[in-house]
């Protein structure tokens, strides 16, 4: 299994980006995004389903939005309105039965 984000960069407050993760070589019940800033623990940031259910972190609710093309495998976070506390390394991620993946992780970082 493979998992290939792309999109981090650095970004104005109150600006936008869209994170991207290809995931190949498995069949994923759940695909998403987490996000570990300096000196904190990793965290959720957005998941969603194969069917489409979704779940987001309180703190990007109405923020970020997560979509996914199930026949691409591939999952997107379109992040708006960003500010300084964002800022962190987002990790795709991918869960097939019990079995979780890990992408690499890519930079988000806002600032003016």
């Known amino acids: 299994v493979q998992l290939q984000a792309s999109g981090g960069g650095l970004v104005q407050p109150g600006g936008s980006l869209r994170l991207s993760c290809a995931a190949s070589?498995?069949?994923?019940?759940?695909m998403g995004w987490y996000r570990q800033a300096p000196g904190k623990q990793r965290e959720l940031v957005a998941v969603?389903?194969?069917?489409?259910?979704?779940n987001y972190a309180e703190s990007v609710k109405g923020r970020f939005t997560i979509s996914r093309d199930n026949a691409k495998n591939t999952v997107y976070l379109q992040m708006n309105s960003l500010n300084p506390e964002d800022t962190a390394v987002y990790y795709c991620?991918?869960?097939?039965?019990?079995?979780?993946?890990w992408g690499q992780g890519t930079l988000v970082t806002v600032s003016s």
């Open positions: 070589g498995g069949i994923f019940s759940h």
């Open positions: 991620y991918a869960r097939s039965g019990i079995i979780e993946y």
């Open positions: 969603i389903s194969s069917g489409g259910t979704t």
